[in-house]
């Protein structure tokens, strides 16, 4: 109820107790007391307990009660609007606090707050668990982070990196006093409270015991791996950006180093070996070994390129420049033989681009000598087919160029400017195989290179290659290949 209107004088629990035992349940309920006794002590204990107001029954007019309860009644909204609008201000505390704190980890990180009172003051006022001397900055990234960012939305992302943090703090709450940031681009950075820690060999096995926990964790729950890197030991708060920044350059060994690995300050990587191309030597190699479709040497040749960058430490620029190269060198040869540019490469971004997106040398390396591999394959089908008919070749260009739609004989037939029944004939005598059937084994490998070396799901790749059901490419790929697209996608990711 709102308001309770009770006698003082009743068995079991007079009024003064309901008053009372009313006020510790709701401070917003209202009780007025009446009574027929006119006694001070009466009026003096109702008060006190929390009555609004005192009356007596041989006195209450029908006017006096209304106004009574009117005031108790405005007395009642104003109380709830005050709660309501305290309750408002504490969620909104709750609401904005992970960001401040956020805000706060970063512009220690970047180097905006240096001022030792007014950090421990922030420090204070939030409540946080960081210590202001003997700390330690470890990164955290996330490996393939770009493929994770294709999976999600942007608030499934959200909630993904809000996930990734959660479970980290949860680590480091049971580790001691430590805090999770997210930086950029799947990149978290936490910050270590050491305590009174001073052995180094200690603090070593403490700090990679709480990253692999981490490790195991988000391999666990979400199936993917990250790579760390931990800096020295920061001996007070306001120098922590320097020891940040050193945690942000040694990531950078990732490149060399590999992914789902931990890089310490020993591990230190110079990667300023200065400008470093691609040998004139090395360009003349590999483009006769991709003309003369030598599968063996390109791939050796690809091989002795990066262990060359290996061993001078190159820059990433300089990594960059020399995949480009080797890129420009591919793509003339495909254009001079009239090869598909993407049927090479198998991505959705240009190749330059595709270069940008990669974390380790060790994935360029194997994406080159990839594309390598499918535009000898291409080099290889055209040789084969010059003995052909020219029907033939034209019907065969035509499928290159259309295979991802929905076409026949009879369409290839008008593009060639025959009869469809004369190109059947004729195009099963240079192929020992039917239109639609060469059609159909020419979509399925398409598939299997997309399958190879794309992020395609299945039912998208059927789509891509021209199936006009998911079905029918089910039951394609078993008869051609005699495994199911899923077993298939399974054996590659195996070998």
């Keep these: 109820p709102d308001i309770i209107i009770t006698d003082i004088s009743m068995p079991v629990m007079d009024g003064i107790g309901l008053i009372e035992y009313v006020r510790k349940k709701s401070r917003i309920v209202k009780v007025i007391a009446l009574s027929g006794y006119n006694d001070f002590e009466y009026v003096r204990q109702s008060m006190k307990n929390g009555a609004v107001d005192y009356l007596l029954k041989h006195k209450i007019s029908p006017e006096e009660l209304c106004n009574i309860l009117k005031s108790a009644c405005e007395s009642i909204e104003h109380e709830r609007k005050a709660q309501n609008h305290e309750q408002s201000l504490v969620d909104k505390l709750n609401i904005e606090k992970p960001f401040a704190k956020q805000n706060f980890i970063k512009d220690l990180l970047d180097g905006v707050l240096d001022n030792r009172d007014t950090i421990e003051d922030i420090i204070k006022s939030m409540d946080l668990k960081l210590d202001m001397k003997n700390l330690m900055v470890i990164l955290a990234e996330i490996d393939d982070f770009m493929l994770v960012k294709e999976k999600y939305n942007a608030r499934e992302l959200n909630l993904f990196l809000q996930s990734f943090m959660d479970i980290v703090q949860e680590i480091l709450d049971d580790s001691g006093k430590s805090m999770v940031s997210y930086v950029n681009e799947g990149r978290f950075a936490i910050i270590v409270s050491l305590g009174k820690m001073k052995s180094d060999l200690y603090i070593h096995s403490y700090i990679l015991t709480v990253i692999n926990r981490i490790k195991a964790s988000i391999k666990r729950y979400f199936n993917i791996t990250a790579s760390f890197s931990m800096s020295r030991v920061c001996s007070d708060i306001d120098l922590i950006s320097k020891y940040y920044n050193e945690a942000v350059n040694l990531l950078r060994g990732k490149l060399y180093k590999g992914k789902d690995n931990i890089i310490n300050p020993d591990d230190s990587l110079n990667m300023d070996a200065g400008f470093v191309s691609l040998d004139i030597k090395d360009e003349k190699d590999i483009t006769l070994y991709l003309k003369s479709m030598d599968t063996e040497n390109t791939v050796l040749c690809i091989e002795k390129i990066f262990n060359k960058i290996y061993s001078l430490k190159a820059n990433l620029d300089s990594i960059s420049m020399i995949c480009v190269e080797i890129i420009n060198i591919i ?165």
């Design 331 to 495: 793509n003339k040869i495909a254009r001079e033989n009239g090869i598909d540019i993407s049927s090479v490469y198998q991505c959705k971004d240009t190749p330059y681009k595709r270069i940008g997106r990669f974390e380790t040398i060790k994935d360029m390396e194997h994406w080159l000598a990839g594309a390598c591999m499918r535009l000898i394959c291409g080099l290889k089908s055209k040789k084969v087919n010059e003995n052909y008919s020219e029907y033939t070749k034209k019907a065969i260009e035509y499928i290159n160029e259309n295979y991802r739609r929905d076409i026949s004989l009879d369409d290839a037939a008008r593009y060639v400017g025959i009869s469809s029944t004369y190109l059947s004939r004729v195009f099963k005598n240079d192929c020992s195989m039917g239109f639609i059937e060469y059609l159909q084994m020419f979509r399925i490998e398409k598939a299997k290179v997309l399958m190879e070396g794309s992020n395609f799901k299945i039912k998208e790749i059927a789509q891509r290659t021209g199936f006009v059901s998911y079905n029918y490419f089910f039951k394609v790929f078993k008869e051609t290949t005699g495994m199911t697209p899923v077993e298939y996608e399974h054996f590659v990711m195996h070998k």
